[in-house]
């Protein structure tokens, strides 16, 4: 008997890695003169994955990542007016409007009658909030919930906060590591709704997926909830 | 009656402002050439104070900040290199050792036998949460929250959260704009703890000081409580 369903924000609720892999696109152009695109890729990748533990997810680390990398991969040459276009690019991002994907809105207007929603979310606070209050889904949901890491004991401390009992919780999301797999861990439900691109930190190698449920797209969430 | 203390973190649990003020003298050293440190302070508190809206509050901002000043204050003519240790200083202050300020810790190892403690600040969520952890006062709370704006209705929905009567809460901290006001505004008490330095953005002009109680340091809390 599920009460509460908790959904990701980014590339669960609207557009966001597109975000970023545009961004990215703009910046092996900036740097094409210093090395090839798929160079540039793989060193901004590497900068991102050292910087998690300082910085941790979102926009503005990203963005100090693409600076990084920028002065290591041009050896120091890359110049005053480059780094400004970085920030800028960074800026952007941030003030993106923000898109739902297809059938969210429908789906969030048909679930809230019958259960809790909330939103569960890593990423920076200011930034997710902002992007809630520009989706337009805002009051969908009595609750947004930022987190550093999604892990088993940050999915505890929030249903526990809330008094929340696990076995009827649901989680909806993209990532297999951040959604699914902790919330399985921890007694909950969840249901695996894949975006067309994954951020290669959330990737998983052998996830166990008879544990949890695949549906394509959030617009068949209603229908799977009649039969569960 | 107060049964919930709420203390804000920087520069009321521990020092905060002090690094910001040391990484800025390191800042106006490296862009010494360029210009003089009065005229480089002013410039970066400016793009600080734009970038509020965009970026929020805590290290990784500043850090842009300072990477956005440099590039303009030195039309363009800045380094990578330099940009690289601008990045390496805010590295340094999100790795620099938490620092408890005098009788914080007897203070909270009293008040916690009587009182819910809490922990409401701004800042980078991760960097909040790091912070608490190696400051090693995190055990006497039950609780920390990390808002994008101290005002009126972010208080006033995480009392009706963890469902605290404004009466009986009492919030302690160092900025009158953002720990004193807002919570007397919604009916709560307030204490302000001046610290050494406060960040020119928390100032308040012509605050009204018969509403709230100033103490000297952390320290007389409990007398003042006693009393109260």
């Not at 067309?196 to 998983?204: D, F, G, L, R, Y």
Request: net charge negative; with cysteine; aromatic share 8%.
């Amino acid at each position: 008997m599920i009460r509460t369903i908790a959904f990701d924000a980014d590339d669960t609720l609207w557009h966001n890695e597109t975000y970023y892999r545009e961004a990215e696109a703009l910046f092996c152009e900036m740097l094409a003169p210093y090395h090839d695109a798929e160079w540039i890729r793989q060193r901004l990748t590497e900068t991102e994955m050292g910087n998690l533990a300082h910085f941790g997810y979102g926009i503005k680390s990203f963005t100090l990542s693409m600076i990084e990398t920028a002065v290591e991969l041009s050896e120091g040459r890359i110049t005053g007016h480059e780094v400004q276009r970085i920030i800028r690019l960074g800026r952007d991002m941030l003030a993106h409007p923000v898109e739902p994907l297809s059938e969210v809105q429908a789906t969030l207007e048909a679930l809230q009658r019958r259960y809790e929603l909330l939103v569960i979310t890593k990423g920076d606070l200011l930034d997710q909030e902002s992007k809630l209050a520009r989706s337009g889904l805002g009051h969908y949901f009595s609750g947004l919930e930022v987190v550093s890491e999604k892990d088993e004991a940050a999915y505890r401390a929030i249903l526990a906060r809330r008094k929340i009992d696990p076995a009827e919780f649901l989680m909806v999301g993209n990532s297999v590591k951040s959604d699914i797999l902790p919330v399985v861990a921890m007694g909950g439900q969840a249901v695996y709704v894949p975006y067309a691109t994954t951020w290669v930190h959330e990737h998983v190698a052998d996830a166990d997926e008879s544990a949890f449920t695949t549906l394509e797209h959030v617009g068949l969430l209603s229908a799977w909830l009649e039969i569960h």
